[in-house]
């Protein structure tokens, strides 16, 4: 693996399958090179901890940084390449915009957030002219201001879906998961088997959403938001359901965010 922090090299490459990442990387990560692998053309990793897309500085002071631990990984999975940019890259950054999904889900209670993501990834698209990326759909509302990015700004990208990777009890894999203790973590593990529930029951039961919501209260699980969805706008759905909706939840584990999500069938 060919370790890169100036982005001018990529300019020699072509036909580059590209995972962004802020390290601290898990089977989830690991399921999106993979995935990459299936395409010819080498693989490219970046991470870089983009301090735009936390609106919480205690956030960004205790993500986890296991750069050496992620290198081993990565080779372990022979990735072509590994991008490191510094800090720098954030100068004279062209700012974007998130203006899609607004005050919904995720962009209600973290302003900001996506506008940092969309500008660090607009910018590592700009720098590595990869021909497609890859991204899990457990962020899924990063995944869809993601896919609009290439419509956008003119870019000959395609963003590749990733299922949600999950551990053997169904929680979602995250870096966050590292931040709980292993009560906090079967407690966590509740979440997805609760949206599960809702999935399958909603169209007969349309009362579930109210249940599940109790239930997880009840465990200690603290809700910032739980909602059914229609999975192309966002906008949650009271009434009328239809096949094509999704079940997002965004909750607190030893004070810890957590979110995951379902999408009907």
Known sequence: ?????????????????FIPTMGNLHDGHLSLINKAKEFKGPVVVSIFINPLQFNNPNDLNKYPRTIDNDIKLLESMDVDYLY????????????????????????????????????????LFTLIEPQR???????????????????????????????????????AMSSRNNLLSKKGL???????????????SILVNQNILNEEID???????????????????????????NNKFIVAIAAYVEGIRLIDNILSD
């Open 133 to 171: 990326a890859f991204f899990g759909l457990k962020d899924y509302q990063q995944f869809l201001h993601v896919k609009n990015l290439p419509i956008i700004n003119d870019l000959n990208i395609d963003i590749i879906p990733c299922e949600t990777i999950r551990s053997n009890d169904g929680l």
């Open 186 to 200: 079967q407690l966590a593990s509740n979440i997805y088997k609760s949206i599960k529930r809702v999935k399958d």
């Open 215 to 241: 239930y997880l209260s009840k465990l200690g699980i603290e809700i910032e938001y739980y909602q059914i969805c229609d999975r192309e706008t966002l906008k949650s759905i009271n009434h009328k359901i």
């Open 84 to 123: 490191t940019p510094n800090i720098n890259i954030l100068e004279n950054i062209e700012e974007i915009k998130a203006n899609n999904y607004k005050n919904l889900l995720c962009d209600k209670y973290r302003p900001g957030h996506f506008d940092g993501v969309v500008t660090i990834v607009n910018k």
């Open 1 to 17: 693996m060919k370790k890169i922090t100036q982005d001018q090299y990529f300019k020699k490459i072509n036909d580059i399958s």
